[in-house]
């Protein structure tokens, strides 16, 4: 546990020294800001925070390899892996500690995207319940997404591999009610069960939302189902797994 | 506290360390030789439980870098061939995180880290970021990590390499220094380097010891000839060569080429000259008869040891010949 602190304190504070986590919070807040003005601005709209999600889990595909992508690819590179991997520390603990930084930091930005709670407020009477909801969500789901992009760093010494190959899961599971609505049957019914969660059409400003049959619709809407929390939070786990697994890997190469 | 057992590794089908087996004992300094591709980083690697071996056991302080890795990693300090470092923090920052991970608390850190900076001579560098060190006192970063948890062992793998040949020597006398205290396992295939620092020299060539001594020893053992350096004043090197040529312990001999050629004019009067001559006798006095009866003035007859790199290229060329 204390090895796990302590890596988290050492990323959070590259983190913080480095300009990459500044750019990413501005679009992050420019992203979802617009989303939300967008989803408020209608005489007719209502006073929630479904535009603002949209925005966030449709950002978070890209964001969140980006806020990974160094984690594991620069020791590879930078050679420091060999000195973590020859200290007295398990490869899980690298591999959280390494997670935990970078949840914290997504947290914060989801912190600092929430001076809009208060706008609505003041000008609507808003629902509590799903906004909490939806909150909720958005942390599991970034988690989910964060899990995804360090497996990513974790395959290459390149960062842009990370980046690239972490968005590319992610999109994969966001795609994926297009396949599974072309397909019929037990299939199509297990492939909709992976649905991420954002939708491709959220660009299509009349129809806010996330994906209809993905695990983050429930949230939006301010219900909180077990399935969706065990989904984000199996799609976590089996990543860290998966990049222990590989971390793992490296010292048989 | 190293020891190796049999040990061979693979990479894949490709044999990178065959069979190997050797004991570093408590408090020794141990040379690890070889050339490009021996099998010195791979050795190191098992052994600092960075990588399993394929088979064969090694031990570290007794336990098994294998079923006991994490209790290795504890007992050790490594400073890999490449000096893995965070370029984006400062020397203390990156120490005091390389303590931290290597299982000390904040107060042993705060503690031993002054002493280690100072014991490597990295004092006004300590805030500097790591990034914009010279190579030297980069190494000297790498050095302080591996030490700052005062390991008992010590593996460095190349801990001179590229680096200039003052900061060169600075870094060797720091080795030499912990020496004192740790017991050392370093490779090297810069040879005199090997000799200075060390009083065991294991010499690893394709993936196989292929010898295990002091180096002196290994010098004696080796030696088919006694070398002797000459200086004679009045003398024409031909002239000279010829008359030495001529007597019968003599093997060979030849201009010392290992001065530049400014130094050889400005010894001209006192032309240096290497001899080879057989073993056991008395090659020196015949010679120096000789120098004597022709009329020049013998100004310098010193036997030399025969170098690392002739002991090596002979280990090496033995192994090739014997296939
Ligand atoms: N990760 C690896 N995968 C495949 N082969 C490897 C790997 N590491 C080393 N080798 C091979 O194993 C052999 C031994 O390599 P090793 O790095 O141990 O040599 P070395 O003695 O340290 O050489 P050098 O002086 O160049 O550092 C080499 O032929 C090398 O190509
Ligand atoms: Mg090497």
């Known amino acids: ?82 000195l973590l991997l020859t200290s ?27 001076y809009f709670v ?45 980046l690239v190959v972490g968005s590319g899961i992610l999109t994969a599971l966001t795609i994926i009610d297009f396949v599974s609505a072309r397909l019929t049957g037990l299939v199509s019914q297990i492939l909709d069960g992976f649905q991420l969660g954002a939708s491709f059409s959220v660009f299509d400003l009349d129809s806010f939302g996330v994906a209809e049959g993905g695990h983050f619709a429930d949230f939006a809407k301010g219900v909180i189902s077990v399935t969706d929390i065990a989904y984000y939070l199996s799609l976590t786990a089996v990543f860290l797994l998966l990049t222990v697994l590989v971390l793992e890997a490296r010292r048989w190469r | 506290m190293i020891k190796i057992e049999h040990m061979s590794k693979s990479y894949g089908p490709y044999p990178a360390v065959i069979d190997i087996s050797f004991e570093v004992l408590k408090g020794e ?33 007794g336990y098994d870098v294998v079923s006991h890795s994490l209790d290795v990693r504890r007992h050790i300090g490594y400073l890999p061939e490449t000096v893995p470092l965070y370029v984006d923090m400062t020397v203390t920052d990156y120490l005091r995180y390389m303590g931290e991970i290597r299982g000390m608390n904040r107060n042993w850190v705060k503690e031993r880290l ?36 005062e390991p008992d062992v010590l593996v460095m793998d190349e801990p001179t390499i590229g680096i200039d040949p003052i900061q060169v020597v600075e870094t060797r006398e720091l080795i030499s220094d912990l020496g004192q205290e740790h017991t050392m396992l370093l490779s090297s295939h810069i040879l005199p380097e090997v000799s200075a620092i060390c009083k065991r020299v294991l010499v690893i060539n394709d993936g196989r010891i292929v010898a295990d001594d002091q180096p002196e020893a290994l010098s004696a053992k080796l030696q088919h000839a006694e070398r002797i350096e000459i200086s004679v004043r009045g003398a024409e090197a031909p002239a000279f060569i010829n008359a030495i040529r001529g007597l ?42 000789t120098v004597i009866d022709n009329g020049w003035g013998l100004t310098n007859l010193t036997p030399l040891p025969m170098t690392l790199e002739e002991i090596f290229l002979e280990l090496t060329t033995e192994e090739d010949l014997g296939e």
């Open chain 1, 1 to 82: 546990m204390r090895f796990i602190t302590v890596i988290a304190a050492k990323e959070i504070r590259t983190y913080f020294s480095s300009p990459m986590a500044y750019v990413v919070s501005a679009a992050f807040l420019a992203i979802t800001g617009f989303f939300f003005v967008a989803s408020v601005s209608d005489a007719f709209a209502e006073a929630s925070i479904r535009g603002y999600l949209a925005g966030a889990v449709f950002f978070m595909i890209f964001m969140s390899p980006a806020l990974t992508m160094r984690l594991i690819a620069e020791e590879q590179k930078l050679g420091t892996l060999e």
């Open chain 1, 88 to 114: 007295p520390l398990r490869e899980f603990e690298i591999v959280v500690g390494k997670f935990l930084a970078a949840f914290v930091m997504i947290l914060l930005m989801i912190v600092l995207s929430l």
């Open chain 2, 248 to 289: 019968s312990v003599v093997i060979d001999a030849r201009s010392d080429q290992r001065v530049s050629v400014v130094q050889r004019a400005a010894r001209e009067k006192f032309a240096p000259f290497i001899v080879d001559a057989r073993p056991n006798v008395q090659a020196a006095e015949k010679i120096a008869r």
């Open chain 2, 114 to 149: 002054p002493k280690v900076i100072d014991m490597v001579r990295l004092g006004e560098y300590r805030n500097t970021l790591v990034g914009r060190l010279s190579k030297g006192y980069r190494q000297r970063t790498g050095i302080a990590q591996a030490i700052l948890h």
């Open chain 1, 118 to 162: 208060i706008v609505l407020f003041v000008y609507g009477d808003p629902d509590i319940g799903p906004l909490l909801s939806g909150l909720l969500g958005l942390a599991l789901y970034a988690g989910a997404t964060l899990a995804v992009g360090l497996f990513a760093s974790s395959l290459s010494s390149n960062q842009i591999v990370g």
């Open chain 2, 29 to 61: 300094i141990v040379g690890f030789l070889g050339p490009n591709g021996a099998g010195k980083t791979t050795t190191m690697r098992v052994v600092t439980g960075f990588t399993p071996p394929t088979s064969g056991d090694v031990t570290v302080s």
